[in-house]
């Protein structure tokens, strides 16, 4: 298995465009979660789906987020519009949820830059 | 919902010495406890895991050890090496309903293998 694929592994884009990250989880995996690392906020989930449907998007910070699961091997997130503020690496992570849980397996991760 | 911190944020140890990392939670429904090191520049990877049944679990120079009266989880590496530097996140899970499909990961903690 090929692991989490995410793409872009690096994007630079100006305040105000839109962003759209990416993420292949491990086949058989049914949860997928996509986290934003910073070094002020450490790891922050952002949304986590279980079955291609979303359970909790709390974390998403504002309404220029938003996030996809169109079906059991793929997801996007979503910026629109991007602000410098923004600028982090985006993990996206997969795992196995059934009455057990199971560690996450992490994808190379995202850098986006907003200038 | 849950609530996990993370000592100390830095550690620097001499290459052989051993490396303690603590961390505490608040949810008592919390019952899966992994661990990931993170590498300067790369994903962060699960390197060992514990379930709240379980005290003690260890492999090889890792081992991890479960106290959930007190809500604390400790990662103990013996017999440091400088491939062992990077970040070290701990991080709470519950098993079912839609908090548990939650991983709340700590702040991380920046281990030096001084050789």
């Known amino acids: 298995d090929a692991g989490v694929i995410q793409s872009p592994r690096h994007e630079v884009t100006e305040m105000g465009q839109e962003v759209t990250l990416r993420c292949k989880p491990i086949?058989?995996?049914?949860?997928l979660f996509w986290y934003r690392q910073t070094m002020m906020r450490g790891l922050e989930l952002l949304i986590y789906f279980n079955n291609n449907v979303p359970i909790d998007d709390s974390g998403m910070p504002e309404d220029r987020f938003s996030a996809k699961m169109p079906n059991a091997s793929f997801s996007t997130l979503k910026i629109q519009p991007s602000e410098p503020r923004d600028s982090a690496v985006y993990f996206c992570a997969s795992s196995l949820r059934t009455g057990v849980v199971y560690g996450y397996t992490f994808g190379s991760g995202t850098r986006l830059t907003v200038v | 919902g849950e609530n996990v911190e993370q000592h100390p944020s830095t550690l620097s140890v001499q290459e052989g010495d051993s490396a303690v990392i603590k961390c505490t939670y608040s949810d008592s429904a919390s019952n899966y406890f992994p661990w990931y090191k993170q590498e300067l520049g790369k994903r962060p990877q699960l390197i060992i895991d514990i379930r709240s049944n379980v005290g003690e679990k260890k492999d090889q120079r890792i081992a991890v050890t479960l106290n959930k009266t007190a809500k604390h989880f400790s990662l103990h590496i013996t017999e440091t090496q400088p491939e062992d530097s990077a970040v070290y996140f701990c991080?709470?899970?519950?098993?079912?309903?839609?908090?548990?499909?939650?991983?709340?990961f700590g702040a991380g903690t920046r281990l030096f293998v001084k050789a």
């Open positions: 086949s058989g995996h049914n949860s």
């Open positions: 991080a709470a899970s519950g098993a079912g309903g839609s908090e548990g499909f939650k991983t709340i």
